[in-house]
């Protein structure tokens, strides 16, 4: 597929401190793609001089093969936005913010449409001041929509909304993707990226530092594995903790959990400590590293290093 969004090398400072730090990614078009990242890694600041809210210092940036730093104007005419909050005059209605910015775009969604497909139709003249949070980020996503866009980018689109509201987003975005719509998203939640993203960038203090599928990135990550073991009568804590590749055990419940980098030699060592001890086995259960666990490692190990040095872990991941 081709990319509908590049983003190569982007770097942009504020008051000596480098906000986004040589960021590189790819969006295929009709693709949902995640920027995962804690707060203040970057991914507000990659998302505005993308859509041309900010000067980026350096880098390149296309959409749908347009050069967003020559043409901005152009790029604004094929993206919608929503960003994290929506500031409105607190008379205007639904209906007439639809038709205001409909009228800055040369290809515009009737009012109606939108707020039907908003469910926003009742609420289409009453003032912008008496909508509810929820209402408001469907006006927003609404707003996003009335260029008829070929990318919709969303910036924490669901910080700060009810269950039910963040539920019907996520239908929402499922919809886009099946309508060939381009969506480009920023999150903190690893649920919501992992549920709505064909693929996530993780990006840490201004860097991308893994690029992939959810299940690519667990894949590729040495984050290690999780065993939890019950044993009948208990095995002795020291004895498992001088088996292959036992790190971090702790008591659950009736039995022991631990992590290792080596399962099948873990496992085998257990093997042999139950029969030694003549214990019975009465549960085992080995987890694969989660997509917590890669992002947990990841920004971990950039919060930890010095100066410019990209964390093993990172170069491992991007690989």
């Known amino acids: 597929m081709p990319a509908q969004v590049i983003v190569r090398d982007l770097w942009k400072r504020y008051d000596g401190i480098d906000a986004v730090r040589g960021a590189s990614f ?5 693709e949902v793609f995640g920027l995962l990242g804690p707060n203040g890694a970057g991914k507000t600041t990659t998302l505005e001089c993308l859509v041309g809210l900010r000067e980026p210092d350096r880098g390149t940036l296309e959409v749908g093969g347009v050069d967003a730093r020559l043409h901005p104007a152009e790029v604004k005419q094929r993206v919608g936005v929503a960003l994290q909050s929506t500031a409105l005059p607190d008379q205007i209605t639904p209906r007439e913010a639809l038709r205001l910015f409909g009228s800055f775009y040369r290809q515009r969604v009737e009012p109606a449409l939108l707020l039907e497909r ?9 003032r912008f001041d008496s909508l509810s949070g929820g209402q408001r980020q469907r006006l927003a996503l609404a707003l996003a929509f009335v260029n008829d866009p070929t990318l919709i980018v969303l910036d924490e689109p669901t910080t700060g909304l009810d269950p039910q509201t963040r539920r019907d987003l996520h239908l929402e975005i499922a919809r ?21 993203c064909d693929r996530i960038a993780i ?3 201004g860097r991308v530092v893994a690029t992939g599928t959810p299940q690519e990135l667990i894949a590729r990550s040495s984050a290690l594995q999780s065993v939890s073991v019950t044993a009948n009568p208990p095995l002795a804590r020291e ?3 001088r088996l292959p590749g036992v790190r971090d055990l702790e008591d659950e419940g009736a039995g022991v959990r631990f992590r290792t980098a080596d399962a099948t030699a873990t496992l085998a060592g257990l093997s042999r400590l139950l029969a030694e001890e003549r214990a019975e086995l009465v549960e085992l259960r080995v987890s ?12 971990r190990d950039g919060a930890a290093q010095d100066g410019d040095d990209v964390s093993k872990e990172a170069k491992e991941a991007k690989r």
């Open 176 to 196: 886009m993707k099946r309508e060939g719509c381009t969506v480009l998203l920023s999150t903190h939640q690893l649920a919501e990226a992992e549920s709505l």
């Open 239 to 241: 004895k498992l903790a």
């Open 118 to 126: 908003f469910a926003l139709t009742e609420k289409a003249d009453a």
């Open 203 to 205: 990006i840490d203090r």
């Open 26 to 30: 790819e969006v295929a078009a009709g």
């Open 288 to 299: 694969k590293a989660s997509l917590e666990d890669v992002f947990l490692r990841l920004t």
